[in-house]
């Protein structure tokens, strides 16, 4: 179930009319971010350790997901 009372921020990617949207926190515990659909806040969370999260943000930079490079935010 979705995690209440975090502070969740919306992707800055989020086309705005609530399609394609990831929430991310790293309030949880501090060795772990949680992403949740925004669509759906209370469906399940998934959490990824600090590590795995900034591996598959440098993924998504260099185009390993399918979408040729892109530029992701730090924070």
Not at 19 to 32: D, G, T, Y
Not at 34 to 44: F, G, H, L, Q
């Amino acid at each position: 179930m979705g995690e209440v009372g975090l502070p969740w921020r919306k992707s800055s990617y989020s086309s705005g009319n609530g399609e394609n949207c990831l929430e991310v926190s790293s309030a949880m515990k501090p060795s772990v971010i949680a992403v949740r659909d925004s669509k759906n806040p209370d469906a399940a969370v998934l959490e990824f350790s600090v590590a795995e999260w900034r591996d598959f943000l440098a993924a998504v930079k260099n185009g390993r997901h399918g979408t040729g490079p892109v530029r992701v935010g730090s924070s």
